[in-house]
Structure formats: C-alpha cells, structure tokens
C-alpha cells in the first residue's frame, strides 16, 4: 500500500511541476502523527489525502488522485469523507499547505 501511495504522490507532484521531494520524504510525513486517509475502490487505491490535525484547525498537507481517476470527483469525495469523519468534529478551520510551481 506504501509503495502505491508513494508512487501517487511522485506522479501527482511531477504533473503539476512542483518541486519533487524524494519519497522518503512522504514516508516521513505518514509517521509523524498525520492522518492519511486513502480512496480504495475494488481494491484499488485511487488516491489519499494527508492532513496534520491540531485540536480545532486542521492542514491539508497534500491531496493526490492517480492520473487516471482525476477530474471524476474522487478528490471531492475525499474531502467530504474527511469532513464528516469522526476525527473532525472539532476542526473549525481547515488550511491548505501551498505550493509553489516550476517556472
């Protein structure tokens, strides 16, 4: 499961031409105390959504669908599953870490 969640960051973080990190940045991330959440249809992981959750706000540290799922609105339900999760009762302000593109 790691290795597919890696290989959909790096693809996503590519596409958008975005500084890449190596993978065991993202790896990293996953430890320490983020939630991930992840889309899985038949099996397949479709995409995930990477959050630090601190008492009332939560970052969005980085949201990716795999390249062939995107634009059918798998990114918004993983943001409408989250919302109305149980780890978000309490989050009253939701941030999006930004992103600064290759020129």
Do not use: P
Request: charged share 25%; net charge positive.
């Amino acid at each position: 499961m790691i290795s597919t969640l890696v290989n959909i960051y790096s693809i996503s973080m590519s596409n958008l031409g975005v500084r890449e990190r190596n993978k065991n940045y993202f790896i990293d991330l996953i430890k320490i105390e983020n939630l991930l959440y992840y889309l899985d249809i038949k099996s397949k992981i479709l995409g995930f959504i990477l959050i630090k959750n601190i008492k009332y706000e939560a970052e969005i540290i980085n949201i990716s669908i795999d390249l062939k799922f995107q634009r059918q609105g798998f990114g918004s339900k993983l943001l409408d599953d989250i919302t109305h999760s149980k780890d978000w009762v309490d989050v009253k302000k939701i941030y999006f870490r930004g992103f600064c593109r290759k020129h």
